[in-house]
Nanobody, 123 residues
């Protein structure tokens, strides 16, 4: 009953920046969901990137992106963002938006997934 649509992916050189957006729609309230981002490179396991609570507090990040990525949300716009700075080739992956009705998003409690958006970082 919740649809998530990611935008903002693309190709960028190492050191560049991208901002991903995830717009939510459906028969519920966006503020009822903790949100987050995962990524998956070809041949690799899907990994947690960042998460944020229903109220926008307690942002959490994978160690590999801490200090470079920032997650935020605008409940009035039903949108969650991932600002990615100082991008590295290792960040190349398909990035997925995710949602859970729980207080905190973790891999095991994801209920809704976006379709994914490709991020490619070249040297």
């Amino acid at each position: 009953q919740v649809q998530l649509v990611e935008t903002g992916g693309g190709s960028v050189q190492a050191g560049g920046s991208l901002r991903l957006s995830c717009a939510a729609s459906g028969r519920t309230f966006f503020s009822s969901y903790a949100m987050g981002w995962f990524r998956q490179a070809p041949g690799k396991e899907r990994e947690f990137v960042a998460g944020i609570r229903r109220n926008g507090l307690n942002p959490r990040y994978a160690d590999s992106v801490k200090g470079r990525f920032t997650i935020s949300r605008d409940n009035a716009k039903n949108t969650v963002y991932l600002q990615m700075n100082s991008l590295k080739p290792e960040d190349t992956a398909v990035y997925y938006c995710a949602a859970t009705p729980a207080m905190e998003l973790v891999p095991s409690n994801v209920v809704y997934w976006g379709q994914g958006t490709q991020v490619t970082v070249s040297s």
